[in-house]
C-alpha cells in the first residue's frame, strides 16, 4: 500500500497521490494556490486534527489501490494540454453559464433571509468574469508558448507569471464562495433550487482546484526553475 510522507506537502501530495485531492478539498484546504505548506500547517489554519487527517488521506490511498487514479504526471506536455483544455476548460464554458442564472435565482429570492448570498452572487460574477479571460490567454497564449518547438524563454516566464497571479486571485474568490456558502450546506429552509447550487458550486471547486494543480504543479515545472516557485 502506498505510503504518506508526513513531511511533504500538500501540492506534492496531490501530485504524487491524486486521490488525496478529493480529501483536501473535502476539508477547505486548497492544495493549488496555498498548497506549498505540510498537513499539519494545513491542519493550523483550518483547526483540523493532523492525525485524522493522515488516517483519512491514508484510508483514501488504501481505497484507491485497486484501481489507482490516472496520474498526469506520466503524460506527455501536448497530452497533459488536451486534457486540461478538454476535461477543464471545457467543462468551465458549461458549468459557468448553467450555474449564472441559478446561482441569480437563489439570490434574488432568498437575499432577504440570507445577506450572504448578495456577497455569494458577487464572488461568483467576480470569479466568472476573471475565469473567460484566463482561459483564452492560456490557450491563445500560454499553451502554443509551451508547446512551441524551441520555447521563448521570456514569454513563458511572463505567461507562467501572469498564470501564478490569475490563479491566486481564483483561489481567494473560491475561498470566499466556500465561506459564504458554509463549506456549500443547504440551510433548513432552503428550496431545492438551493440545494442545486450548492451541489454545483461544490463541483466547481473540485474541478477548478483540480485544474489550477495541473497548471501550478504538474505542467508548469516543466518550463524550468522559474515555473517551479509556486510547486
Ligand atoms: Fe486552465
Ligand atoms: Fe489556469
Redesign the pocket.
Known amino acids: 500500500m502506498p505510503q504518506l510522507d508526513h513531511s511533504a506537502t500538500v501540492a506534492r501530495i496531490v501530485t504524487e497521490h491524486p486521490v488525496a485531492a478529493r480529501v483536501f478539498q473535502k476539508h477547505g484546504i486548497d492544495y493549488c494556490c496555498h498548497g506549498n505548506v505540510t498537513v499539519p500547517e494545513a491542519c493550523l489554519e483550518g483547526r483540523l486534527d493532523p492525525e485524522a487527517l493522515f488516517a483519512e488521506l491514508q484510508a483514501a490511498l488504501a481505497a484507491d489501490d485497486a484501481r489507482p487514479e490516472e496520474n498526469p504526471r506520466a503524460l506527455s506536455t501536448a497530452a497533459l494540454i488536451a486534457r486540461?483544455i478538454d476535461r477543464?476548460?471545457g467543462y468551465l464554458r458549461q458549468a459557468l453559464p448553467y450555474i449564472a442564472p441559478i446561482m441569480a435565482k437563489v439570490a434574488k429570492v432568498h437575499g432577504p433571509r440570507n445577506a450572504n448570498l448578495q456577497h455569494l452572487h458577487d464572488a461568483f460574477r467576480d470569479l466568472a468574469s476573471s475565469l473567460g479571460p484566463?482561459?483564452d490567454e492560456?490557450e491563445e497564449v500560454l499553451f502554443p508558448a509551451l508547446m512551441a518547438r524551441q520555447p521563448d524563454a521570456r514569454l513563458v516566464e511572463r505567461e507562467v507569471e501572469r498564470m501564478y497571479e490569475d490563479h491566486l486571485a481564483v483561489g481567494d474568490l473560491l475561498a470566499r464562495i466556500r465561506a459564504f456558502t458554509g463549506g456549500f450546506t443547504t440551510p433548513e429552509w432552503g428550496c431545492s433550487t438551493y440545494r442545486v447550487l450548492m451541489g454545483e458550486l461544490d463541483a466547481l471547486e473540485a474541478d477548478i482546484l483540480r485544474?489550477v494543480h495541473l497548471?501550478n504543479h504538474v505542467l508548469a515545472p516543466r518550463f524550468g526553475a522559474l515555473a517551479t516557485r509556486a510547486a
Do not use: R, S, V, W
Open positions: 486540461i477543464h476548460h484566463h482561459l492560456e485544474h497548471e
